[in-house]
Each structure stands twice: as C-alpha cells, then as structure tokens.
C-alpha cells in the first residue's frame, strides 16, 4: 500500500518534470526563434528568402556571405568593434576597480551618494549632450575615430562598472584585507593579491557586461562615426535601407555582426548567470 | 596551530602594535580618496562640461543652415519646444514603450525564471537560448524583426496568421508603436531572466520544502516566498532597464525613423531629428536640457523606491 503510494508520487513526479521541460523547451524555442530564423534566411538564395510561406527547408548556399565580403569589408567594421569593446572595457576597468575598492572599505558619509550620483550619470538621456560632444569632437578631431568611440564608451559604462565591482567587493569580509593590512601590504599589494583574486569571479562578469554593451551599443557609433571607426552596429545600419530585396545578405551580415559577441556569451553564460546579480541577492 | 602561534597572533593585534595599525588604516583612507577620485572626475566632466554647453546653445539661435545668426533668444527654444505637437507625442510614446516593455519582461522575466529554475532535461540548453537575445545588436535585432519576422507579405508571423486563416498583420504600418514594444521586450526579457534567475538560486530550499510539507499549494508557495525573495531584483531589472528604455533609439532609427507622424517618435528620438534632420541645435538642445530634467525627475523617484534598498548591502 505505502510502496504503490511512493511508486506512484514518484510516476506524478517524473510526469510533472516532463510536463515543465516541454514547457520550458517550447517557451525557450520561441524566444531563441527570431535568432535561428536570422542564422537559416542567411543561408538561402533571395528568392527562398522573401518565398511565401516562409520556407523551413532549402537548398544552403554560402553566396550571401561572399558578396557580403565584396560590397563591405566585415573585417574592417569587426575590427573596429574589437578595440573600441576592449579598448573602453580595459580603460573603464582600470578606473571602476580602484574607486570601488575605496568605497567598499573605506565608506564615508558620502559613499553612498556618490554611488547614486554616478549611476544617475546613467540616467542623462545621450541625446541631451549629443550635440556638444558632436561639436566637441569635431574641435579637436576625434569625430570619427576609435579613441573618441573608446572614450565615449567608457564613460558610459564606467557607472556600471563602478557598481557591479562596489557589490562584489562588499561581499569579501573586511577582516581579511585587515590581516594583509596587518602583515604591511601596500593599498596596491591588498588590491592585487588579495582583493582580485576573490572577487575574479564577480570582477569577470563586469568585464562581460562592460563588452556586451560596448559591442552592442549603437546611439554614439551611429552618431559619431561615419566609415573609419564604424563598428559593427553602423555596418547593420547601413543595410537598413533597403535596395530591393536583399533579406538573405542582410541576414548574412547581421549573422556576422552578432556571431562573435553571441559565442563569447554562450561560452560565459554560466558566469553570467552566477555574476550578475548587481548585489540584489544577499 | 599551534599554541605558541596562536598567542604570537594575538599579541601581535595588541599594544604597540595598535597604534600602527590604525595609522596603516589612515594611510590607506587617504590614499583611498584618490583612488575614487579618477572615475568622480572624468564622470563630473562627462557631465557638467557638455551639460553647459547644452545650456548656451538652448538660449541662443543656433541653426547649422542659418550660421552666424547665433543672436541671444532666452526661452524661445523651450517655447517652440514644449509647444511643438512633437512634444506630447514623444512624451506619450516614451512613457508607452517603457512602461509595456518593463511590464512585460518582468512579468514574463518572473515566470519563465520561475519555470526553468526547476530541473528538467537540457536545462543548460534551454537557459542559453533564453538568454541569447541579450547579446544581439540593437540594429540587428530591429531589422530582423521588421523584414524577416513583422514583414505583412513574407514575414513569419504574416504566414501564422494565415495558416491559422487571419488576415496578415501590417505591423509597422497600423501598430508601429506595438510594433517598436515587442522588438525592445524581446531584446530586454534576457536581462530579466538572467537577473532573476540569478537570484532564485539562492532561493532557501529548505524554506520551501517546510512551507510544502505544512499544506502550501504551489501558488502559496509563489506568492509567500518566491515573490518576496524576489522583491529586490526585480526593483534592479525595473532600475537598469528604465535607464536604457529611456533613451531607446537604434531600434526606432532602423526601423520606423519616428513614424508614421510622430506615432513612434519617442524623446530622445525627437530631439534627434530636430539636431541633425532640421539642423535646429537650438531646439534640439532645448529639449535635450527638458529631455535631462525629465530623466532626472524619472531617477529621482526610482533611487527614492529602490536606491536605498539597493546600497544597504
């Protein structure tokens, strides 16, 4: 009797496991879909791509992606993206750690407002200064170059930054800094040899974030870059206007774009998952 | 450890010893101060030195088709602004775009965080692609929606509508604003999974199982613990998404340039036409400083509901 019970809790049991992995497989289907979608179209000729009804099977073929390469040079927009993503990550890293290393252990009446002043820089529309930065720019001959993208991008990552490492430093229990302090380590020494190395985890997912939204980031590169210095976003953008029908090429390009950044977050989701917590969890 | 260590250690920490320590900690305060000093500086510039400018520009006429009439006008741009039947559209639109998008990638965000933080087979695979869209492009993102997916001829959703014998939808052409809403929901509901997924792995087990084996339903259970558990990163996904909801414009530029009329032109994509369409700086800083005000009223009122609950770490 209690043995057909447990049997039959555990049948409801597995059947309910089975029911919430359908479930969350069609739900997952459906979001990744527009993503698959764009990854096959970049794979048809242009007539299979605007056919109707919209064709699941067809005969591959790799033309859109060569005359991608002929009428855009992918490498050149890729490269850009590349520095300018590192660039402003590396620069914006350099600043964000030391300032929120103070604030997490030396916090004085002022920390937390600051804090929230930095994030409220967040806050300021880019519209509301892009005219002057524009003008700005022109003066001293940075429109159109990686240095003013990289620049602009670490500015407005950096508040961000300055938070998520804020969080993760919080987490370390001051004691241990103290017993470096205690053995004579310099500020420097207590950030390189103690405090880095606990936090490598939290300190990589900003990292991630930092480069996530610099590669993606597409109102000051459209705004102030022409061809130089124009990232992968602008390279899209330029596709935005149609001259016929050209779904399959766009496609190809877009799958470009976003390869790079895409592979580099399924390689890291598990870190992100754990990292991005913006100290929401305690 | 030995014993002799143990009170090595503890000798060290008293005494003479003191007066060292505390004057390290001072030093290092001290130091500290620079040390915050970079980022404060660079994001005061940031802010103050184009801010100014933003200022001058908006009391002066200054269009780039009309140069060197740049005489002072005081208010007149704010006027010309405010009036503008721009305005209230953009005002409207914004507030529309962020206010369904937050609503829907939270509630969604909760659900499906809440369904996939069960264990089934391939949940590794399931959470990549659920995340995924996060990391395409907001360019991207907008064109494949608007050609591939929302296209009323040859788009998928015109071929499940007739599959399922409805008259295919012109999106961008009767709903663009809706339109504009699922393409940016689409790109922030990642955001909000992998926050509060993130966070319902800390969820108490234990918890959980008390409150089941008490006689809680599941719904109890969600409504009694998950919920509130979830509380605090929920007001993170509603702080950060209205950051960047607020000034969305790739999605807007690429697909509908503001239109038809005004029907998707949000704020930041108005002052945007207005500086580099009709070359008016004046107006378009006008708005900008508005835009700013706007923003700063909008983050007044966010730090005031969560910004506390947020540094109280």
């Known amino acids: 009797m209690i043995n057909s019970n447990i049997l039959s809790l555990k049948n409801s049991r597995r059947l309910n496991t089975l029911i919430i992995g359908v479930f969350a497989w069609t739900v997952a289907l459906l979001i990744f879909f527009p993503i698959l979608w764009m990854i096959l179209t970049s794979f048809k000729t242009e007539i299979d791509a605007f056919a109707t009804p919209p064709q699941l099977f067809f005969t591959p073929t790799l033309e859109n992606y060569a005359l991608i390469n002929e009428r855009s040079d992918y490498f050149h927009f890729?490269?850009?993206?590349?520095?300018?993503?590192?660039?402003?990550?590396?620069?914006?890293?350099?600043?964000?750690?030391?300032?929120?290393?103070?604030?997490?252990?030396?916090?004085?009446?002022?920390?937390?407002?600051?804090?929230?002043?930095m994030l409220s820089t967040k806050m300021l529309p880019p519209v509301g200064v892009l005219v002057p930065i524009y003008l700005l720019f022109k003066d001293f001959g940075l429109l159109d170059t990686r240095t003013g993208l990289t620049v602009i991008y670490t500015l407005i990552n950096l508040p961000i930054m300055v938070w998520m490492a804020y969080t993760y430093f919080k987490e370390i229990p001051k004691e241990v800094l103290e017993a470096a302090r205690m053995d004579g380590a310099t500020v420097a020494q207590e950030i390189y040899r103690v405090l880095l190395p606990m936090s490598k985890g939290g300190l990589a997912s900003t990292v991630l974030l930092s480069?996530?939204?610099?590669?993606?980031?597409?109102?000051?590169?459209?705004?102030?870059?022409?061809?130089?210095?124009?990232?992968l976003t602008a390279l899209i953008a330029s596709y935005s206007s149609p001259e016929g029908l050209f779904w399959a090429k766009l496609s190809a390009v877009s799958t470009l774009a976003c390869a790079p950044i895409l592979i580099f977050g399924w390689i890291s989701q598990k870190q992100l998952v754990r990292g991005l917590s913006f100290g929401a969890v305690k | 450890m030995s014993l002799s260590t143990v009170e090595t250690l503890s000798s060290r920490t008293t005494g003479s010893q003191d007066a060292s320590i505390v004057s390290i900690a001072k030093k290092n305060a001290r130091v500290s101060r620079y040390m915050v000093s970079p980022s404060v500086l660079v994001l005061l510039l940031w802010m103050i030195v184009p801010l100014s400018m933003t200022i001058y520009f908006s009391l002066i006429r200054y269009n780039l088709l009309y140069p060197g009439e740049n005489e002072f006008v005081g208010f007149e741009n704010y006027e010309f602004f405010l009036t503008d039947e721009g305005f209230f559209a953009g005002m409207g639109n914004t507030l529309l775009l962020v206010g369904f998008t937050l609503l829907i990638t939270v509630?969604?965000?909760?659900?499906?965080?809440?369904?996939?933080?069960?264990a089934f087979w391939g949940r590794g695979i399931v959470r990549v692609m659920l995340i995924s869209p996060f990391f395409i492009m907001p360019t991207v993102n907008a064109l494949v929606w608007k050609n591939l997916l929302l296209h009323p001829v040859s788009g998928v959703f015109a071929a499940v509508w007739t599959f399922f014998g409805a008259e295919p939808i012109d999106w961008f052409t009767h709903y663009p604003l809706t339109a504009i809403i699922m393409i940016v929901s689409w790109q922030w509901l990642p955001f909000a999974i992998l926050i509060l997924m993130t966070a319902l792995q800390s969820l108490d087990q234990e918890q959980q199982e008390a409150a089941r084996l008490d006689g809680a339903g599941p719904w109890a259970l969600f409504y009694h613990i998950t919920l509130p558990h979830l509380a605090r990163p929920i007001a993170v996904v509603v702080m950060i998404e209205t950051i960047f909801l607020l000034s969305i414009f790739a999605e807007i530029f690429t697909t509908t340039g503001g239109g038809p009329g005004y029907e998707t032109t949000n704020l930041a994509y108005l002052i945007y036409s207005q500086a580099l369409l009709q070359f008016d700086v004046g107006l378009a800083s006008a708005g900008g400083l508005i835009a700013v005000l706007l923003a700063n009223i909008a983050a007044f009122f966010l730090v005031r509901m969560i910004g506390k609950n947020l540094t109280e770490a």
């Open chain 1, 78 to 117: 890729a490269w850009n993206s590349v520095v300018v993503s590192f660039g402003s990550t590396i620069i914006g890293m350099l600043i964000a750690v030391p300032a929120a290393y103070s604030m997490a252990f030396f916090e004085t009446r002022r920390t937390k407002s600051t804090l929230l002043w």
């Open chain 1, 211 to 231: 480069l996530i939204l610099s590669w993606n980031e597409a109102f000051w590169s459209l705004n102030l870059t022409a061809s130089a210095a124009a990232p």
């Open chain 2, 107 to 118: 509630v969604l965000g909760v659900l499906i965080s809440v369904l996939v933080n069960k």
